[in-house]
């Protein structure tokens, strides 16, 4: 999903794991323009349901460029 710049509060769901349906996690983010968030759902163990939001990578867009950023 695309997002503005900012302070951003997203809700994530984990996937299904072993029939048990996912479940929503909050977390906030600051978003900087021109970079690509790659977000996971990181298990406390293979067989649980807790887990937690984790950035796994940030990379930068090429040919972005943030309007109104000086030349």
Same mark, same amino acid.
Request: proline share 21%; glycine share 4%.
């Given at each position: 999903m695309k !997002?503005?710049?900012g *302070? *951003? +509060?997203i809700v994530l769901q984990s996937a299904t794991r072993k029939g048990t $349906?996912? +479940?929503d996690r909050t977390v906030? !983010?600051?978003v900087e $323009?021109? *970079?690509r968030y790659y977000?996971? #759902?990181q298990f406390e163990a293979a067989m649980g349901d807790a887990w937690k939001p984790v950035? #796994?990578?940030v990379e $930068?867009?090429?040919g972005c460029k943030v309007p109104g950023a000086p030349k």
């Open positions: !997002l503005e710049p *302070r *951003r +509060t $349906p996912g +479940t906030e !983010l600051d $323009p021109c *970079r977000v996971n #759902a950035v #796994a990578r $930068p867009i090429p």
